[in-house]
């Protein structure tokens, strides 16, 4: 058991750590990958879907690397904009970027996806229970995902376990800032107006618990069967830094 004390929020990462990579991936990506056409064009004219292609033009337009490669044009036309949208939508989900602009876009069809049922949002079995006890010892739980706060809402409010987005009190998402870059996590503790050594940060990538101890958070890696860096050989040595546990149940918050 990893006990750590003078907590006053614990922040959460979602993909690999409250949430099955495979669920990310194969449902939510898989739902947004599936559906992008028939979103974009049936939904076309509306100021939402504009803003969304308008940002992932952007996007597409100043990256630097291969995905700026992408064919964009100044055309207003409606299926060239759609067929270059997809395009890019595509290449930017190959590469898992994390993109405020995709994950905008990504997190207005997560809407629907939940709104019809069609996905409901998964949690490991460990992760309400370790909230419930986080709010009884009068810490607070936030998240922390580079999905958009709007799509992190929807995942908390339609979960199998019900609707859990009233046990967190704070979202953020990269309108604060990249995940690996400790400013982020200046920005955050700034934000919950606690002092940064009184954040638990859980996350299953090595590159994001570095950012966040450089900012003086306390940082666990969380290893689950199916979690990222810690089973990757080059990062070993990193993830060694860091306490690790395999489920939240492994670790308790002690009131001080
Ligand atoms: C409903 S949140 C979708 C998760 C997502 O889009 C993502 O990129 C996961 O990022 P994380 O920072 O939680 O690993």
New binding site residues.
């Given amino acids: 058991m990893v006990q750590v004390s003078n907590i006053k929020v614990v922040l959460l ?4 750590t409250t949430t099955p990579l495979s669920f ?1 991936k194969d449902k ?1 990506f898989g739902y947004v990958r599936k559906n992008l056409r028939i979103h974009l064009e049936e939904n076309f004219s509306n100021d939402e879907v504009q803003e969304d292609i308008k940002a992932i033009i952007t996007t597409a337009t100043t990256a630097t690397t291969a995905t700026a490669t992408t064919t964009t044009s100044n055309t207003t036309n409606k299926s060239t904009l759609v067929e270059n949208v997809i395009e890019i939508v595509t290449k930017l989900m190959d590469e898992d970027r ?1 993109s405020t602009s995709l ?1 905008q876009l ?1 997190g207005h069809m ?1 809407r629907q996806a939940f709104q019809s049922k069609a996905v409901v949002g998964e949690i490991y079995p460990d992760v309400l229970p370790f909230i419930q006890s986080v709010i009884s010892k009068g810490s607070k739980v936030a998240i922390y ?3 958009s706060i709007f ?2 809402k ?2 908390f409010g339609n979960t199998v376990n019900g609707d859990l987005s009233e046990l967190i009190t704070d979202y953020f998402d990269t309108t604060t800032g990249p ?1 690996v870059q400790s400013s982020s996590y200046v920005k955050i503790s700034q934000h919950l107006n606690v002092t940064p050594s009184e954040i638990l940060f859980l996350t299953d ?1 090595v590159q994001e618990a570095v950012a966040a101890r450089e900012a003086t958070l306390q940082a666990v890696l969380v290893a689950r069967d199916d979690s990222r860096s810690v089973h990757d050989d080059e990062l070993l040595p990193r993830v060694n830094e860091f306490t690790v546990i395999k489920s939240f149940d492994k670790i308790k918050i002690m009131t001080s």
């Avoid at 990462?13 to 690999?16: F, H, S």
Wanted: glycine share 10%; aromatic share 6%; no cysteine.
């Fill in positions: 990462d979602i993909e690999g990310v939510l994390k994950k990504q997560f995902s580079s999905g799509a992190q929807l995942l995940k990538l």
